[in-house]
């Protein structure tokens, strides 16, 4: 049963085009606009049939849309708002999936009229591909999509979006944005800091060749090079827009790997071993949460439909 009558996808990478085949697959919609900036993108989308009408521009792609979905880059938010907010007729409601939610609110929210809903969101599913070929309606199966309505939201569209998002097959969680921003800062976005830095170091060490860094890699290694695969802009975007919440967790990390270090270095076994085991149990208690696998792909196989 159709949740909104028009849906505009502004943005036609992974999110938008797992959320473009989840709306068809569930029937979530009646019509599904949709928008690239490439014109490349465009023609793909259009190939492929990925929504039922594709814009030039954002603007076109609004117009009538009952639900307004902006899966640009953190730092393409305010231009986007800009464009789209004269042309959005009121009791739309628009929201995003960006991964920091305060600098997406600083962007979008002034440039919402009066009667527009503007609901900030945050899908917590990915994969290392992109692009308008890289969706799948079962992406956010069991996968958190967080919501941080604004104080005073009018609870009716707040509900109608959550109704949504759960069509699709997520568990919807709501949050503070500043407190949003620091839990995806620990979960996500040093890990992904982490992740790029590794692989720049064994890029950089000399002693060690290309061809073994890809012969030899191991499985943990393995998982830096996926998470290192993803979207450039996307991740320049998120560290410049949740610089206050990265820089913390980046000092408590640096404290922590000192400390590990001073272990290793006097040989003190028994504080690394109690913290892989109290590391351990955390692991334990995400997949035991269904939020991942113990299969050795991590359950990160594309999966069907």
Not at 65 to 78: E, F, K, Q
Not at 203 to 216: C, F, K, M
Request: charge should be negative.
């Amino acid at each position: 049963m159709a949740i909104y009558q028009r849906v505009a996808l502004i943005g036609l990478g992974l999110i938008a085009s797992s959320m473009a085949h989840a709306i068809r697959q569930f029937g979530l919609a009646d019509h599904i606009a949709g928008h690239a900036k490439s014109p490349e993108t465009r023609v793909i989308a259009k190939e492929i049939g990925l929504c039922d009408s594709i814009h030039a521009t954002a603007a076109e792609a609004v117009m009538g849309a009952d639900l307004v979905v902006l899966a640009v880059p953190v730092g393409a938010m305010a231009a986007i708002a800009a464009e789209i907010g004269p042309h959005l007729r009121p009791g739309t409601t628009v929201t995003d999936v960006g991964s920091v939610k305060q600098a997406v609110i600083d962007a979008v929210g002034p440039k919402m009229l009066d009667g527009v809903h503007f609901i900030p969101g945050h899908p917590i599913a990915g994969t290392e591909h992109s692009g308008p070929r890289s969706g799948f309606a079962t992406l956010f199966r069991n996968r958190w999509w967080l919501l941080t309505p604004l104080p005073g939201a009018d609870p009716v569209p707040v509900a109608r979006l959550r109704g949504f998002c759960e069509a699709m097959g997520a568990n919807v969680g709501e949050m503070e944005a500043a407190h949003h921003d620091l839990v995806l800062a620990v979960t996500s976005h040093v890990p992904h800091l982490i992740a790029y830095t590794m692989v720049g170091v064994a890029d950089d060490l000399s002693r060690v060749t290309d061809s073994e860094v890809v012969r030899y890699s191991a499985a943990g290694f393995r998982d830096f090079t996926r998470i290192a695969a993803s979207d450039p802009t996307m991740w320049r975007d998120v560290f410049l827009t949740n610089k206050e919440a990265t820089l913390e967790i980046l000092g408590r990390f640096t404290e922590e790997l000192f400390a590990l270090q001073r272990a290793i270095r006097t040989g003190d076994g028994q504080l690394l071993f109690d913290y892989f085991t109290h590391t351990r149990a955390i692991r334990r208690g995400i997949i035991e949460a269904g939020q991942d696998t113990a299969a050795p792909d991590f359950g990160r196989a594309k999966a069907e439909g």
